[in-house]
């Protein structure tokens, strides 16, 4: 029976998205479970089996699916593992292919979350048509996917691509969840909007600030959103220096591949101009003049909720095709 069908998986750290997907990127049903609520990942890939399980009986897809594929932090799609998965319950290393590969008697593929990110941008989205741009995931970090010759950038390792990684302050730099100090992630993600935030007000201890209203350990980005786009300059300032480093990380960013365009994805893309002007000026501002006005600054074409699984839906007809040839062989 032909399976016009694949599985797209995003899991991320609070919860487990999972979606239907048919040869056109239509994603035909969805739902989700929370990856927190198993400490062992044996529970975690039962219940996962359980409710996908449901979703494809529900959409007579039974006997359909050709394969599936899977987002995840610090995912590997050379070896189906995922290393250091430091927002995920579980101890790691897990080969979480080859355990869900069993579980439902399916090839699966896997890679890092925000390169399933950028592979359904160059599937589905902005990217559509594009051999060379670079994915920037603006969320509780800073993830990316790199784009050269129309193929995603993994190094000798399967690892490569962690711009979010780069160091952006050498000297006396905020400590990052990666262990190191300065990394643009610390700066340029919603967790870093927060921190910026708090930094303000401690140091402009006589200017007003809506943000005042507020406990200052429970600030969040969307507070900043929020009190910048009611006048608060202090708010406002948050986002220009926020836009400011994350423009000066996009114009090295050029320098090393000399994309067609940067994407934009995440929540923190819902700022509008709070972010994007300070990004954009600074990007030009520092971009190298060989590349200067060549490279585009989008923002994501795709609905939040539905890019990674969209991602992940490519890497399932790649798990059929690697099934495929490794069986004729």
């Not at 927002?87 to 790691?92: G, I, M, S, V």
């Not at 067609?260 to 520092?286: C, H, Q, R, Y």
Request: hydrophobic share 40%; glycine share 12%.
């Amino acid at each position: 029976m032909s399976k016009p069908y694949v599985v797209g998986i995003d899991i991320g750290g609070t919860n487990t998205v999972f979606g239907i997907v048919d040869a056109r990127g239509t994603v035909l049903a969805s739902s989700s479970i929370k990856t927190r609520k198993h400490a062992d990942i044996n529970d975690y890939i039962s219940e996962l089996h359980v409710e996908l399980s449901k979703l494809i009986e529900t959409n007579e897809a039974e006997g359909k699916i050709a394969g599936i594929g899977i987002g995840a932090p610090n995912a590997n799609y050379f070896t189906g593992m995922i290393s250091d998965g430091v927002n995920l319950p579980w101890p790691t290393p897990i080969p979480l292919a080859d355990l869900i590969s069993e579980k439902f008697g399916l090839p699966v593929a896997i890679t890092n979350d925000a390169n399933a990110a950028a592979i359904g941008e160059m599937t589905y989205g902005a990217a559509r048509g594009m051999k060379d741009f670079i994915m920037i995931t603006l969320g509780t970090g800073v993830g990316s996917g790199i784009v050269v010759n129309g193929q995603m950038v993994y190094g000798h390792d399967g690892f490569a691509g962690e711009l979010g990684h780069v160091i952006m302050k050498r000297h006396n730099g905020r400590l990052c969840g990666c262990g190191r100090t300065g990394c643009l992630e610390a700066y340029a993600s919603a967790t870093g909007v927060a921190r910026t935030a708090r930094e303000f007000l401690d140091a402009r201890t006589g200017e007003q600030s809506l943000l005042r209203n507020i406990d200052i350990d429970s600030i969040t980005s969307k507070d900043v959103f929020d009190a910048a786009v009611a006048g608060d300059k202090l708010a406002k300032d948050v986002f220009e220096f926020t836009g400011e480093i994350l423009g000066e990380a996009l114009a090295d960013f050029i320098s090393f591949s000399s994309p067609e365009a940067i994407i934009l994805f995440g929540g923190l893309t819902k700022s509008g101009d709070l972010l994007m002007k300070p990004v954009k000026e600074a990007m030009d501002k520092n971009t190298m003049a060989v590349f200067r006005g060549k490279v585009k600054l989008l923002i994501s074409e795709l609905k939040e909720s539905d890019a990674a699984v969209l991602g992940a839906s490519a890497l399932g007809w790649e798990a059929k095709t690697a099934a495929d040839i490794q069986r004729n062989k």
